[in-house]
């Protein structure tokens, strides 16, 4: 049997979400009591508001989670493989619903986010944000937009 090294981040983060799973169960019997209340007050707030993501996740902070725990993992246990990282980046979203994560701005975010967190030079950040966006110029926005919140 042959070990795929570009998965060991994935099953870092997998495990790691495993892990979040229970303290998300227990909060779930918690929010259902308010959810009655949070419907008919959302239903008059919302109804013109729309998100620039195309995210569908189901829980999107922990999707953001993943990524960013992803990325600096990945970046800190390999060699940069443009192709294995998108393909661990890809199997995170397809998993949360999202389709196109190339341009979805959360995951890009995240991925900035992710870049910060594995303390890298500068020049290999640029090179990193280059070759994960294919240069372009909205992508790399969103993921400078990530890596400055720090």
Same mark, same amino acid.
């Given at each position: %049997?042959?070990?795929?090294? *570009?998965?060991?981040?994935?099953?870092?983060?997998?495990?790691? +979400?495993? $892990?979040c799973s *229970? &303290?998300?169960?227990?909060?779930?019997? &918690?929010?259902?009591? $308010?959810?009655s209340s =949070? #419907?008919?007050? /959302?239903?008059?707030? #919302?109804? /013109?508001?729309?998100?620039? &993501?195309?995210?569908?996740?189901? =829980?999107?902070?922990?999707?953001?989670?993943?990524?960013? &725990? @992803?990325?600096?993992? @990945?970046?800190?246990?390999?060699?940069?493989?443009?192709?294995?990282?998108?393909? $661990?980046?890809?199997?995170? +979203?397809? +998993?949360? $619903?999202?389709?196109?994560?190339?341009?979805? !701005?959360?995951?890009?975010?995240?991925?900035?986010?992710?870049?910060?967190?594995?303390?890298?030079?500068?020049?290999?950040? !640029? %090179?990193?944000?280059?070759?994960?966006?294919?240069?372009?110029?909205?992508? %790399?926005? %969103?993921?400078?937009?990530?890596?400055?919140?720090?």
């Amino acid at each position: %049997m042959q070990i795929k090294f *570009f998965l060991f981040p994935v099953y870092i983060v997998i495990s790691l +979400a495993q $892990g979040c799973s *229970f &303290s998300h169960s227990s909060e779930s019997s &918690s929010d259902s009591s $308010g959810s009655s209340s =949070d #419907s008919s007050a /959302g239903s008059s707030t #919302s109804s /013109g508001s729309s998100s620039t &993501s195309s995210a569908s996740s189901k =829980d999107p902070e922990q999707y953001q989670l993943l990524i960013i &725990s @992803y990325t600096s993992v @990945y970046l800190s246990t390999a060699k940069f493989d443009r192709f294995a990282f998108s393909r $661990g980046i890809s199997e995170i +979203a397809t +998993a949360n $619903g999202i389709t196109n994560w190339e341009d979805d !701005e959360t995951t890009l975010i995240a991925i900035g986010r992710g870049l910060k967190n594995a303390n890298i030079s500068d020049s290999l950040y !640029e %090179m990193y944000k280059k070759s994960v966006t294919n240069a372009n110029a909205h992508r %790399m926005q %969103m993921i400078q937009k990530g890596y400055d919140m720090h």
